[in-house]
C-alpha cells in the first residue's frame, strides 16, 4: 500500500494531465457501454413484458397508419356497437392509460389512472408487495377496488379509499386500497419495447363489461387502439374488422404471433445491431486511444519506473500498482456515471413527472446496476489492454538504458 | 521543417489528434440529420446529441495530452537549441505555425466533408478556437524550458 501511495502520488500525480487524459477517455467509454446496455436491458424487459402476445390465437391490435380519423363518425353509440360485438364474440385484453388525475398525495404528483379488465390482468402477472389481486366482480355504486403504486402507499396504505371528483363515468368515485404494486412496477409500450412509465404514482382500476358500457366515449376509444384478442382466428379477426370500419369508418390491422416475431426481427434486432456494431466501434476507437495515452505515459514516466525496479520493485508489483491505479480511475469514472444517472432520475422527481418517478437504491433501479455492472466488465477489458500494452512497454526497455532517460 | 521541433511522426500523431475530433463532431451532425423510423435508435442517440458540445470538448482533451507529451519529450531539444544559438521566442514562433498548419489542413480537409454532406461550415468552427487556445496555452511553455 505504501509504495501504490508512492507511486501515486510521486509520479502518475506528478503527470496529472496523462491521468486525466485516461479517465477522460474511460468516462467516454464507460458512457457509452452504459447506454448501449441500458438501451438492450430495457428492450429486453420490455419483450419479456409483452412476450404473452407472441402466442398462437393472439392478435393484437393497431389502428392503420394510412387510416384517418374522422371524429364527426366515432360516437359513442359506434365504440358501443364494437364493444358489443366484443364481449359477445371474444376474449379480450383491455387496457389503457394516461389519464391524469389530482389525488392529494405526499409527494405532490400528478397521479396517472391505468384501466384494464380482468384478462389483462391475468396475462400480465402484476406483483404485489402488500395486499390482495383486484376483484373485478364489483358494484359500480360502491367502493371500486383498485391498485396503486408504492410512491402513493404511503398516503393510501391498503384498506383507505380514495376520493376522486371527476371520473370516466361522469360523476365521482370512491375507490378502496386493495393491493401496493411492487416498487418500479411498468408498462413497456408494444411498439417501442425499450419505453416504459411506472406505475409508482399510478392506480390501477379495474374494468368489467358494465364499467365499460357506461364509460366515456374517451376510455372506450382509448382501449381498443391497443386491444388485444384472444384464442382467436384469422375469419374471426375479418369479421371484427368489419365491425369497426362499419361502425367508426376506421381500418384496423391486426398483428398475428408470425408477424409480431417478424417485426420484432425486423426492427429490434436490426436497431440492437446497429447500437450493438456502433457501441464495438466506438469502444475500440477509445481502447486505441487509451493504450496511445498510456504509452506516452511510459514514454514521459520511463525513467521512474526503472529507477523503481532499479531499487528492487519487482515486475509483478508494478504490475498490481498499474492495475491498483487503473482501477482507481475505473471506480471514479463509474462513480460518476452513477451520479450522472442518478441525478438523470432525480430530475423526474423534480419536475413532478410521475410517470418516470423510480425508487431505487441511490436513486438507480435495477437495469442502472445492472449496466453498471456492465461498465465494470469492459472496465476490465479495457484495464487489461491497456495495462499489459504498458508493461510490455517497460519491460521493452533495459533498466540500465532506462535510468539513464 | 529543418528547425522545427515536430519530426513526421509528430505531425501525423497531431493530425490523427485533430481528425479524431472534428470527425466527432461531424458524426453527432449527421446523426442529428438521420430520420430514423426506430424508436430504440432514436432514444440511444439522443443520449449522446443532447450532449454533443460536451461530449466533444472532453474528447479534445487528447489534443492537450498530445502538447503536453510533446513538449515534455522535447525539453532537453529546446534547451539545445537555445544552447547553440536558437532563441525561445523563435523556437515557440516555429512551434505555432506547426501547430496551426495542421490545424488548417484538417480544418480544411473536415470542411470539404460538411460541404460534402450539406451542413454548416462553422459547425466545426468552435473547435478551432478550442484548439487555437491549447496551442497558445502549450507555446508558452516553451520559454519554461529555456533553463532545465
Request: net charge neutral; proline share 1%.
Amino acid at each position: 500500500m505504501k509504495i501504490f501511495k508512492f507511486m501515486v502520488s510521486k509520479i502518475f500525480l506528478r503527470k496529472a494531465i496523462l491521468g486525466i487524459g485516461i479517465m477522460l477517455l474511460l468516462l467516454m467509454a464507460n458512457y457509452i457501454t452504459f447506454t448501449a446496455a441500458r438501451s438492450v436491458l430495457s428492450t429486453f424487459q420490455g419483450y419479456q413484458e409483452t412476450k404473452y402476445v407472441n402466442q398462437e390465437g393472439v392478435y393484437i391490435a393497431n389502428l392503420d397508419p394510412d387510416s384517418h380519423i374522422d371524429m364527426s363518425i366515432v360516437d359513442e353509440n359506434g365504440t358501443q356497437a364494437v364493444y358489443d360485438y366484443l364481449n359477445s364474440n371474444f376474449k379480450y385484453a383491455f387496457y389503457t392509460d394516461g389519464f391524469m388525475v389530482s389525488v392529494p398525495n405526499s409527494d405532490d404528483m400528478e397521479i396517472s389512472l391505468g384501466y384494464l379488465n380482468e384478462q389483462y390482468y391475468k396475462l400480465n402477472e402484476f406483483e404485489l408487495s402488500q395486499g390482495t389481486d383486484l376483484d373485478f366482480d364489483y358494484q359500480l355504486d360502491g367502493e371500486i377496488p383498485v391498485l396503486i403504486g408504492k410512491g402513493l402507499s404511503k398516503t393510501y396504505p391498503v384498506g383507505a379509499t380514495i376520493e376522486m371528483e371527476e371520473s370516466v363515468l361522469g360523476r365521482p368515485l370512491t375507490l378502496k386500497v386493495q393491493g401496493v404494486l411492487k416498487q418500479n412496477a411498468y408498462h413497456s409500450n408494444y411498439y417501442a419495447l425499450n419505453s416504459k412509465t411506472y406505475y409508482n404514482f399510478s392506480i390501477i382500476f379495474p374494468v368489467n363489461e358494465k364499467f365499460i358500457d357506461r364509460a366515456s366515449m374517451d376510455i372506450q376509444f382509448n382501449g381498443l387502439m391497443d386491444i388485444i384478442l384472444l384464442d382467436t382466428s384469422e375469419e374471426e379477426i375479418a369479421s371484427l374488422r368489419e365491425v369497426i370500419k362499419d361502425n367508426l369508418g376506421l381500418s384496423f390491422n391486426f398483428f398475428s404471433q408470425k408477424e409480431n416475431y417478424d417485426y420484432f426481427n425486423e426492427y429490434y434486432l436490426h436497431s440492437l445491431k446497429i447500437i450493438f456494431i456502433t457501441t464495438f466501434i466506438l469502444l475500440i476507437v477509445i481502447t486505441c486511444l487509451s493504450v496511445w495515452n498510456a504509452s506516452v505515459s511510459v514514454r514521459l514516466m520511463l525513467k521512474d519506473f526503472t529507477i523503481n525496479l532499479l531499487v528492487g520493485l519487482s515486475c509483478s508489483k508494478l504490475k498490481k500498482i498499474f492495475y491498483g491505479y487503473f482501477g482507481m480511475l475505473s471506480f471514479v469514472n463509474v462513480a460518476l456515471i452513477s451520479i450522472f444517472t442518478a441525478f438523470n432520475r432525480y430530475g423526474c422527481w423534480l419536475r413532478k413527472d410521475a410517470a418516470f418517478a423510480t425508487y431505487g437504491l441511490f436513486g438507480l433501479i435495477g437495469m442502472d446496476w445492472l449496466a453498471l455492472l456492465l461498465v465494470a466488465v469492459s472496465d476490465m477489458i479495457i484495464g487489461i489492454i491497456i495495462v499489459e500494452n504498458m508493461l510490455r512497454k517497460i519491460k521493452k526497455v533495459p533498466i540500465s538504458l532506462g535510468v539513464l532517460q | 521543417m529543418k528547425k522545427s521541433l515536430f519530426r513526421l511522426t509528430d505531425m501525423l500523431e497531431l493530425s490523427i489528434v485533430y481528425i479524431f475530433c472534428f470527425s466527432l463532431n461531424l458524426l453527432m451532425e449527421y446523426a442529428k440529420t438521420l430520420d430514423l423510423d426506430a424508436y430504440i435508435l432514436k432514444a440511444f442517440l439522443k443520449n449522446f446529441i443532447d450532449y454533443q458540445p460536451l461530449i466533444v470538448s472532453l474528447f479534445t482533451f487528447i489534443v492537450i495530452v498530445f502538447h503536453y507529451q510533446m513538449l515534455e519529450r522535447k525539453k532537453a531539444e529546446i534547451f539545445c537549441r537555445i544552447l547553440v544559438g536558437g532563441t525561445a521566442f523563435g523556437i515557440t514562433i516555429r512551434y505555432v505555425l506547426d501547430c496551426l498548419t495542421v490545424l488548417i489542413s484538417v480544418y480544411l480537409l473536415s470542411a470539404l466533408v460538411n460541404f460534402r454532406f450539406g451542413f454548416n461550415l462553422a459547425d466545426n468552427f468552435y473547435l478551432i478556437l478550442i484548439f487555437v487556445t491549447y496551442i497558445l496555452i502549450s507555446a508558452g511553455r516553451v520559454r519554461k524550458y529555456e533553463n532545465i
